[in-house]
């Protein structure tokens, strides 16, 4: 008679079963030692019941239920997580950080934990099995629970075991289904950062070359898989306010408005006047802006250094960006810059006139001192830079000041964060880590020190 029961194919597949539907029993333990966990009732496959030959589990079903429907014997018997362990060949030499991302197998039927870390060429590590099918003790002694459970393994938080600290990163659908049934909120997955020496490997094999891979991964297609990233937009659309005191039609100083326009590609520029009475003429036609830095050289405005707050200037009219124009360019600035007060420009600012100390040009990159608690006895160097939104981290070298020494990581998308979250002072948090920048270089003092006193005008 045929059974009404229809068994997974995957386990048929595996050889799970013989030719009376029945387990093989070397299915759990071949390479485990297991004795079989399943009975089956009425063609229906459920956990055993066996408390004089197993010990008590930290978990229940919930129901009832068939294992083709909760459990596969092969695969679903465990909990799967991705987890990684970071490691330093200490102060002098070496690699300041080595990340090494390894499989936590969490086994329901006699929780033990099996760690496994993937091969690859060269590594310098012993991998593989790191240990099989051991229950971990605890490293804060409980009293009646000297072992971890699955009940300690958090995603987003450090475990210890053995002696070194493992951060969870993720884990499989099964064990999200797993944890979630039983009330357990599971937290967003974590990236895994990707250590200097690793970047390297990947992408070039001469280390020399570090110029020609930074610039290879800044490239426009590569920004474009950040996250949240937005593109510069073909055009930048800013509004801008200049007060003319010597006006042929009136006898009186005319706070005018133009809209200013420039092309992200040849950083030409188009000024359209916005003031009522002039029809919206054209101002400027499309040209290259020229301007005078204070040591005397010439000099073009860039798209990329255009933003709200800065003064400009078209032809000795100094004249104030108080706004953006387009809804494109206004997203491109919020993730370039953070949020700006964008609104009207007062006449009393544009009286005051622009300030002595602004920089007209951006710097590429800002540059901080930190400090790290889980690195005590290090100085990193932090550097953001600010068109592409990336950040690397540094030791500071030990012969020169404010010089790059062992890279710590390198090219880490900024994801949330923004220049105006770059301060001395701040807590900057990357993947685990947490810095605290406790000093600006020279350039980037000087250009926060003009952007406040901008800010505050």
């Known amino acids: ?100 991302p390894m499989k936590l197998v969490y086994h329901l039927d006699d929780e033990t934990m099996t760690l496994t870390e993937p091969f690859s060429d060269n590594s310098g590590h012993l991998q593989g099995r790191m240990f099989a099918s051991q229950k971990v003790p605890r490293a804060d002694k409980c009293v009646g629970n000297e072992y971890l459970t699955w009940k300690d393994i958090h995603i987003g938080e450090d475990l210890k075991m053995f002696g070194r600290t493992y951060r969870v990163v993720s884990c499989d659908p099964f064990t999200k289904a797993f944890l979630e049934d039983r009330g357990i909120k599971v937290r967003e997955t974590e990236t895994i950062p990707i250590d200097s020496w690793n970047l390297t490997r990947h992408f070039t094999t001469d280390r020399a070359r570090e110029a020609a891979l930074k610039q290879f991964i800044k490239e426009r297609d590569k920004t474009a898989d950040m996250v949240s990233w937005e593109q510069m937009p073909h055009c930048l659309n800013f509004l801008c306010a200049w007060l003319d005191t010597k006006n042929d039609f009136y006898g009186e100083r005319v706070k005018r408005t133009f809209k200013f326009a420039i092309n992200a590609i040849d950083d030409s520029v188009t000024m359209t006047e916005l003031t009522p009475g002039f029809g919206n003429q054209i101002f400027l036609r499309t040209d290259q802006l020229p301007y005078v830095t204070p040591d005397g050289i010439r000099r073009y405005y860039r798209a990329a250094n255009m933003r709200p707050g800065m003064w400009i200037d078209v032809y000795h009219r100094p004249m104030y960006i108080y706004d953006v124009e387009s809804e494109p360019t206004k997203k491109f600035i919020k993730q370039q810059y953070g949020e700006i007060s964008f609104g009207d420009c007062p006449i009393k600012l ?101 952007k406040e006193v901008t800010t505050e005008r």
């Not at 997580?81 to 330093?88: I, P």
């Not at 550097?383 to 070298?397: L, Q």
């Not at 923004?418 to 948090?429: M, P």
Request: overall charge negative.
């Open 1 to 100: 008679m045929p059974s009404s029961f229809d068994e997974p194919k995957l386990s048929q597949n595996c050889e799970c079963f013989d030719t009376d539907d029945n387990f093989f029993t070397h299915s759990f333990h071949t390479h485990r030692g297991r004795r079989q966990i399943f009975d089956k009732k009425d063609n229906v496959s459920f956990l055993r019941e066996d408390p004089l030959s197993r010990p008590k589990r930290s978990w229940e079903p919930l129901r009832n239920v068939p294992f083709a429907d909760y459990f596969d014997p092969v695969h679903k018997a465990a909990l799967t997580y991705t987890c990684y362990l970071n490691e330093t060949d200490g102060q002098d030499n070496g690699e300041l950080l080595k990340i090494r």
């Open 350 to 450: 544009l009286e005051d006139g622009p300030p002595s100390d602004q920089v007209e040009v951006l710097p590429e990159e800002l540059w901080f001192r930190a400090t790290n608690p889980e690195y005590p006895a290090f100085k990193f160097l932090i550097i953001f830079c600010i068109n592409s939104r990336r950040v690397d981290i540094y030791e500071e070298g030990k012969i020169r000041p404010w010089t790059k020494g062992r890279p710590f990581l390198l090219e880490i998308d900024a994801g949330p964060l923004r220049e105006k979250d770059f301060q001395v002072g701040a807590r900057v948090v990357l993947f685990k880590w947490t810095f605290t920048l406790t000093e600006a270089s020279i350039d980037t003092k000087a250009y926060l020190k003009a």
